[in-house]
């Protein structure tokens, strides 16, 4: 499974922000998908996760109530849509797929494809 990530830009606080990531090359089909972001001198974090099917998401705390993930399997692409952005969200943003289980989804170690990285830029 290939991955890519794209959407990143610069955008003021309060703003929004559309990530997408899309999948190619094997079937897509049963990899589940999660978000993640990482900044300079610090490990990568979790942000959101998203089955398969769809029918259930998770969130860290800090971009609950902003974030929602959503997919269209048709074609092969999962979406984070950021709202109320905040300068704490600067980050390259990362999407990672793995097959079946949600155990452990917040772990990137758990995943085992990524997409290349879009920067996220929220200026105050």
């Known amino acids: 499974v290939q991955l890519q990530a794209s959407g990143g830009g610069l955008v003021q606080a309060g703003g929004y922000l559309r990530l997408s990531c899309a999948a190619s090359?094997?079937?897509?089909?049963?990899?589940?998908t999660g978000w993640f972001r990482q900044v300079p001198g610090k490990e990568r974090e979790f942000v959101a996760y998203?089955?398969?099917?769809?029918?259930?998401?998770y969130y860290a705390d800090s971009v609950k109530g902003r974030f929602t993930a959503s997919r269209d399997n048709a074609k092969s692409t999962v979406y984070l849509q950021m709202n109320s952005l905040k300068p704490e969200d600067t980050a390259v943003y990362y999407c990672?797929?793995?097959?079946?289980?949600?155990?452990?989804?917040?772990?990137?170690?758990?995943?085992?494809?990524w997409g290349q990285g879009t920067l996220v830029t929220v200026s105050s």
């Open positions: 998203i089955t398969w099917s769809g029918n259930s998401t």
């Open positions: 990672g797929a793995r097959y079946g289980t949600t155990i452990g989804y917040n772990s990137p170690r758990m995943y085992n494809y």
């Open positions: 090359g094997r079937a897509f089909s049963g990899y589940a």
